[in-house]
């Protein structure tokens, strides 16, 4: 033992961060896999392990290079906002239409009150404000909020008692925060009796009635004006959102295109929204018997992935594989959402396109259209370290606003986060391409999270300890069960009892708004339902810059 001691203090402090971070970082995630009852503490579990490890170290006498900690503190940060930033990206912009808007509504009330009652903790004194700044982060249990709050007070010059703070209150809030968005899912339950299993037959049976779903219709043309003209010159097709993929004519099945002539007696088989295409039914003529199912013929469909550079950006009208290859779109899935190919649609990379044509001519547009396993798993590091570099710059822009005392920096918080989401928004910039296999994603957002906790809990270890037998930690504690509780309990009666939502979306919306996986996955294991997931993605973009840029807000205005 005596030996390994010696060892480890004769280490370069290179190799002394480097193992103390590893030691941290593999007990935190064990001790995050550890569960009761289906509830863990997750990557939380590394900020504990952290306070454990800096605990014993400073008992030891043992320190670690200030700087070198410091940069992998803030690298980490940056790779975990990053990756969200180009994971959310996509739908984004999208969440915040229709019904998005009542969703991140509620995400918005939720994240204000929490704000509103940390702010009114401070004014009257009943807390600190770098102590505040933890009960904020911890009791919603974001630690990209903590991280906010450490970057914007190291702007302001706080000392090195005041920088300690915030993480010793987000440990000391952050179980509850995790207990409380489970007691408030049930107490919503409780108090208006609901049945989960009727929830999510209403929520699906309200999906099923929805209109912007794509469906499929098979015409037969009996109306006589139609009778010679061309396909691309029926204009209704495109204005209405509708696609003719296959023509049955004189038993033979082809792929139409914009030339192609009607004649009465044709079969077209359409793709669009039901509503739709019950007008161009009426225009056209009637239902028709016959299914036009490429089975039995020589024509296939198949699914080809964009990951050809040249097409990335070009309308579906300026591609023309009808010319090239004699195929059709008949649809486009993009971020897991079904589009109608209309002419102007552009590409981005990722894009599903189901084709169909020949065996042959399906090969050629696969070539055309990219169609590389390889480029999906393959990560693009050239864009990934742009997007970093223009988010560290956007994040050391001063934003002047009237009547604060200081100016206002996104910082290495907010400003890869909101460059990441704008980038993967736009999907690529000439050979500038911003996609990101999943798995790789998550596997740099983990390392990110994990070195910033690591580093956060071994910083706050030599006080935790010591706060806690003190007593100091209990108002803290307190306090975050206020923080918690109330905006979620406000945001659940609201969204129910007012609202009249769905208890499964609102399950989604509580545990997205505060950007606590735990929470999702009690709703999911409540009763098998997308509701809760879907409702969590939707809030959750904008709850977690809500949650980044507040701590920056309270201390500009209370500093």
Not at 198 to 219: G, N, P, S, Y
Not at 360 to 370: F, N, S, T
Not at 508 to 533: H, I, K, M, R, W
């Amino acid at each position: 033992m005596h030996a390994l001691i010696d060892l480890f203090l004769a280490m370069p402090p290179i190799a002394r961060v480097v193992f103390m971070l590893g030691i941290t970082s593999a007990l935190g995630l064990a001790l995050g896999h550890i569960r009761l009852r289906g509830v863990g503490l997750g990557i939380g579990g590394v900020l504990f392990a952290g306070i454990a490890v800096g605990h014993f170290a400073k008992q030891a006498g043992v320190t670690l290079n200030a700087e070198m900690m410091e940069f992998i503190r803030d690298f980490g940060l940056i790779l975990f906002v990053y990756t969200i930033g180009i994971q959310v990206g996509p739908g984004f912009f999208a969440a915040l239409k229709k019904s998005g808007l009542a969703l991140n509504g509620l995400a918005l009330l939720m994240v204000g009150s929490s704000i509103l009652l940390t702010a009114i903790l401070v004014l009257f004194d009943l807390v600190p404000l770098g102590s505040g700044l933890g009960v904020f982060a911890g009791g919603v249990t974001n630690a990209p909020a903590l991280a906010a709050s450490q970057q914007v007070l190291k702007e302001v010059g706080a000392d090195a008692a005041v920088m300690a703070l915030p993480g010793l209150a987000f440990a000391v809030t952050y179980p509850f925060g995790i207990a409380g968005n489970l007691l408030a899912m049930a107490a919503v339950r409780i108090a208006f009796r609901i049945d989960p299993q009727e929830e999510a037959r209403a929520f699906e049976a309200a999906r099923r009635a929805e209109v912007a779903a794509l469906d499929t219709m098979d015409i037969a043309v009996t109306n006589p004006a139609l009778r010679g003209v061309r396909l691309g010159d029926l204009t209704l097709l495109p204005s209405l959102g509708v696609c003719a993929s296959r023509l049955l004519r004189g038993g033979q099945l082809r792929v139409p295109g914009e030339d192609t002539r009607l004649e009465e007696g044709d079969v077209l088989h359409v793709v669009g929204p039901r509503p739709k295409l019950e007008q161009v039914r009426l225009l056209m003529g009637r239902e028709a018997d016959v299914r036009l199912t490429t089975k039995g013929s020589d024509l296939r469909w198949e699914r080809i992935v964009v990951t050809a550079n040249p097409v990335l950006g070009k309308s579906i009208a300026a591609l023309n594989l009808k010319g090239a290859c004699d195929v059709v779109v008949s649809r486009v899935n993009r971020a897991g959402v079904e589009l109608v190919p209309n002419a102007a649609l552009k590409l981005q990379f990722g894009d599903i396109l189901t084709v169909i044509g020949k065996p042959d001519d399906l090969k050629a547009a696969a070539c055309i259209i990219g169609n590389s396993e390889r480029r999906l798993q393959t990560v693009e590091m050239i864009p990934v370290f742009v997007g970093i570099t223009l988010g560290a710059l956007l994040g050391a822009i001063p934003l002047f606003l009237p009547g604060m005392p200081a100016p206002l920096r996104l910082g290495m918080a907010g400003g890869p986060l909101i460059v990441a989401i704008v980038l993967a928004r736009i999907g690529h910039i000439g050979p500038l391409v911003w996609f990101m296999p999943p798995a790789a994603n998550l596997a740099l957002r983990e390392i990110g999270i994990v070195l910033f906790l690591a580093v956060l809990g071994i910083a706050s270890g030599d006080r935790f300890v010591e706060t806690m037998a003190s007593g100091a930690g209990l108002p803290w504690m307190a306090w975050g069960v206020l923080v918690t509780l109330v905006p979620l309990l406000l945001t659940g009666l609201l969204a129910r009892g007012v609202m009249k939502l769905n208890f499964l979306s609102i399950c989604g919306v509580l545990a997205g708004a505060q950007t606590n996986p735990p929470g999702l996955a009690y709703a999911n294991a409540v009763v098998a339902s997308e509701a809760p997931a879907l409702a969590y993605a939707t809030v959750y973009p904008l709850a977690m810059c809500l949650r980044i840029l507040a701590p920056q807000l309270l201390v500009l205005m209370l500093w």
